[in-house]
């Protein structure tokens, strides 16, 4: 075998620079895992939320979580909220309980805005600012089943994902709802330490 491609250079040309190729991009994506430290800030994000003035609102007020019902609500979009823990990689709903106003079939108008408790979160302190204290940022975006290849060719696996993203560093975060409704997704902040 050895003189073989020792007689035909073009042939182990051929043959080597394909696999050389491979083994660096594979390196190349693998070397900011290596290089790039952990996250260390849990994460405090929403789904299936509708920015609608009439309706819940998520807001971080004096660095705590505050959910907020504005009054009257015309659609019945709840939002969930969730913890990214980053030492284990799991994800905890927060639960809150809607006021029995909110609750009926008409809607309810009120005068004032009512705040909802979120007792998992009482004394948590949370940090809004789009890039974490350690450099991660939460991202969504747009990701193909087929990695390799990208935008290159034509693929009906297309999926929306949120992730945690530095440096060339992507920790993609569970799939927790319906994947084609992560347009949906907001980013609430940072828990502190």
Do not use: C
């Amino acid at each position: 075998m050895k003189s073989f491609l020792r007689d035909n250079p073009t042939i182990a040309f051929g043959l080597g620079l394909p696999l050389l190729l491979v083994t660096l991009f594979l390196l190349a994506s693998g070397l900011p895992t290596l290089l790039v430290a952990p996250p260390q800030n849990d994460l405090l994000f929403a789904t299936e939320y509708v920015n609608n003035q009439a309706g819940l609102q998520i807001a971080v007020i004096s660095r705590s979580v505050q959910l907020i019902d504005q009054g009257s609500r015309t659609n019945d979009h709840r939002p969930r909220i969730w913890r990214y823990h980053v030492k284990t990689g799991a994800v905890q709903e927060i639960a809150f309980v809607l006021p029995a106003s909110h609750t009926k079939k008409t809607p309810s108008v009120r005068t004032k805005p009512q705040r909802i408790d979120l007792p998992d979160l009482q004394g948590v302190e949370v940090d809004s600012s789009s890039i974490a204290p350690d450099g991660y940022e939460f991202v969504l975006n747009t990701r193909s089943d087929s990695r390799l290849f990208g935008g290159l060719f034509y693929s009906s696996g297309y999926r929306y994902g949120a992730a945690l993203r530095k440096s060339g560093r992507h920790i993609p975060l569970p799939s927790i709802t319906n994947q084609y409704y992560r347009g949906r997704t907001h980013f609430i902040g940072w828990v502190s330490p």
